[in-house]
């Protein structure tokens, strides 16, 4: 006798092992076949940067432990569009998993010049799609969608499959001039709505914000005065990645009769994947910073990178005067055409107070508007919703706050259904009802040098504590009746060297070290273990007595 199994014998799911819950590190994964053993699709794959809370991390990546055992099952990873927190974990994941990659000519370029870095850059199978082109990846029949955004060729992706269909928004807003690749494609999203969407997958990176956002072209319109207007040197800094803004920069610069100067490595790799791929105007042409100086003032704009104010980049070396070849002086002005992503507020004032204090002028967006954003805000939001007429909805791309506004917005506007999942939740989109049926291992990865560790593996927590309490180190050698045969040595790093009175630190870790020690019996100073965990209490609680701070102490005990 047969009975209704509530398990289908195919199904097609959906669910992230990044960027739902926070905006970086997107990872999004889609589902077809049998529940056991289903082929999956990869739709972006992407790194978060660290914050002061991860000290000396380089990048940070998703865990992707349920991709490595599901690797023979993995049918393709296609890319949205080139910026890092969509395709920057390529160069340190790609390994793990080993399927083809699938881009649009920029972010292919983009790729490739990424991968020069890498042992492995001829290893990855790259499959260029044309802008709107279609593909079969393994069960999946994809379409691609123009949209808008703040890098060239931005897609949605239209997700067919035999139980039901998807619309993937990637990062995208309604901008009728982007000036680069070409503007979202509303015909065939309303065509695609008219045919039936089961479930939108959608950016809600300014679900908060009311309105519509800003055009590109609004924005060189606004360069382009303040650029002809300037009386003495202009630097403008932008995201790297903003072609559309590299463009109006170069185009102000010439309709101002000066020389356009470009500053910071980034900024070459993305002027060169355009060139390449048509998105710079034929006469397109700068100088390389060599000549900057020798320029007279009126006669010269310098695009340079550290917008966010990274140290090592060109912005805040030009500010504390450490560039090689590029200077300002008083008079001259600084552009910020960019907004500062939170956590960089510090480092981006400290850049504008090393400008000020040289008496260069600052222009940002409270001076006009320099920067709009490339996320769509809710009157966006609301187009895309009338047009598509999804029966489900699922916000991604977001921090929590985005992500609730954005569901609360999708009800409003009428949705069926709209579901609230964070990363690692499975949600089983058809056969319906769509629910959550499954949770998915997830975590971060750090790389940190040369060694990719997972989140909870420790030595970065430890830093962190380092950099807050500092180390004291104490080496004790015993004889092997357990006497001291010299006084401890001690190394301190990050702690006071010596107290309020004046008493060295390393007196007062060693006294604890030998008082600790000759309160242990002799015949129990073999136990090694048990001496170092004694001696190592007894000096933090003395140096916690003497300064108030209990610093991180390690002991070595050997016998001779
Ligand atoms: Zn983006
Ligand atoms: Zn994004």
Not at 7 to 31: C, H, Q, R, S, W
Not at 150 to 161: G, L
Not at 417 to 438: F, H, S, T, W, Y
Not at 453 to 473: A, D, M, P, Q
Request: include cysteine.
């Amino acid at each position: 006798m047969s009975r209704r199994n509530s398990e289908p014998k195919t199904d097609f799911v959906f669910g992230a092992l990044g960027g739902i819950g926070e905006i970086g590190m997107n990872l999004y994964l889609y589902g077809f076949g049998p529940p056991r053993d289903r082929e999956w699709l990869i739709v972006d794959i992407g790194i978060t940067f660290p914050t002061d809370a991860e000290p000396g991390v380089d990048v940070i990546l998703p865990d992707i432990r349920f991709l490595e055992e599901e690797r023979h099952n993995i049918a393709g990873i296609l890319l949205t569009h080139a910026h890092e927190d969509h395709y920057g974990a390529i160069p340190d994941l790609w390994q793990k998993i080993g399927a083809p990659v699938y881009a649009t000519p920029f972010t292919a370029a983009m790729l490739k010049s990424k991968l020069k870095e890498t042992s492995f850059a001829d290893d990855v199978p790259i499959h260029i799609v044309p802008l709107g082109g279609s593909r079969k990846i393994g069960p999946f029949d994809i379409e691609l969608i123009c949209m808008s955004h703040s890098i060239p060729e931005p897609n949605a992706v239209f997700i067919k499959t035999p139980l039901g269909n998807v619309l993937h928004s990637g990062d995208w807003k309604l901008d009728e001039q982007p000036l680069t690749s070409p503007p979202t494609d509303k015909k065939r999203l309303k065509e695609i709505g008219d045919a039936g969407v089961d479930a939108l997958i959608c950016d809600s990176t300014n679900a908060i914000r009311d309105g519509i956002s800003p055009s590109e072209a609004d924005v060189a319109k606004t360069l382009a005065a303040m650029i002809r207007e300037a009386p003495r040197r202009v630097a403008v800094t932008t995201f790297a990645s903003n072609v559309a803004r590299i463009l109006s920069v170069a185009r102000a610069a010439r309709q101002a009769g000066r020389e356009l100067v470009v500053v910071g490595r980034a900024m070459y790799r993305v002027i060169e994947a355009a060139q390449e791929t048509g998105y710079l105007d034929d006469d397109f042409r700068f100088l390389p910073e060599t000549e900057f100086d020798s320029l007279p003032p009126k006669k010269v704009v310098a695009l340079c990178t550290g917008s966010q104010g990274e140290t090592r980049a060109a912005m805040a070396r030009i500010a504390y005067d450490s560039h090689p070849n590029v200077s300002l002086d008083a008079g001259d002005q600084v552009i910020f055409s960019s907004r500062t992503i939170p956590g960089n507020e510090r480092a981006v004032a400290k850049v504008q107070n090393g400008l000020s204090d040289k008496a260069i002028e600052i222009l940002t967006d409270q001076d006009g508007l320099v920067h709009v954003s490339g996320h769509p805000r809710r009157g966006e939001l609301e187009q895309l919703y009338s047009w598509l007429k999804p029966k489900l909805a699922i916000p991604v791309h977001g921090e929590g706050l985005h992500l609730e506004a954005h569901a609360e917005f999708a009800e409003d506007l009428g949705v069926e259904e709209v579901l609230r999942i964070r990363n690692g939740d499975l949600v089983r989109l058809a056969p319906e009802p769509a629910k959550i049926i499954d949770e998915l291992p997830t975590g971060r990865l750090y790389r940190d040098g040369r060694i990719i560790l997972s989140e909870g593996e420790g030595h970065v927590r430890e830093r962190r504590k380092l950099s807050f309490v500092g180390t004291i180190s104490v080496s004790v050698v015993l004889s092997d009746k357990g006497q001291l045969v010299a006084d401890p040595m001690v190394a301190i790093l990050g702690v006071a060297s010596v107290d309020g009175d004046g008493e060295p630190m390393e007196d007062i870790a060693i006294d604890a070290a030998i008082g600790a020690l000759e309160s242990i019996p002799r015949p129990r100073r073999k136990d090694r273990a048990m001496v170092a965990e004694a001696l190592s209490r007894a000096v933090r609680a003395a140096v916690n007595q003497a300064v108030g701070k209990k610093p991180i102490c390690s002991v070595m005990v050997q016998v001779v």
